[in-house]
């Protein structure tokens, strides 16, 4: 595997992980699997509330087989952004309410799947 971490110094935190396969990941010697070469992954998180960490992107892309015969087709691309704290007293009807009436409430489409930038310094 071959790739880049960023971290956050301040906070001691990893905002970025990226990388891609450069050789077979084998699995049981290769009897239970493999994953090829040149598979990716990116995985990003931000500070979305003081000292309070969440995944903002997740990009997997492999391909590999499974016991010989079953092949493995993994491409994963998932994205959260626009984050709100809410208030700690917050009722479970209440937090349905607000998902019933904001975006958040919206399941994105593989088409409308973006990339979040933010990064925190």
Do not use: C
């Amino acid at each position: 595997m071959e790739g880049s971490v960023w971290v956050n110094g301040k906070e001691a935190r990893v905002e970025e992980i990226t990388g891609h396969l450069i050789h077979e990941v084998k699995f049981g010697r290769g009897l239970l699997g493999h994953l090829n070469k040149g598979g990716t992954f990116d995985v990003k998180q931000a500070e979305v509330a003081r000292g309070y960490w969440e995944m903002t992107l997740l990009k997997v892309q492999m391909k590999g087989k499974a016991l010989f015969f079953k092949t493995i087709g993994v491409q994963q691309n998932y994205s959260r952004s626009d984050f709100r704290q809410v208030p700690d007293d917050l009722t479970l009807a209440q937090a349905a309410d607000i998902l019933r009436h904001s975006n958040a409430a919206v399941r994105p489409t593989a088409a409308a799947v973006r990339e979040v930038g933010v990064r925190g310094h």
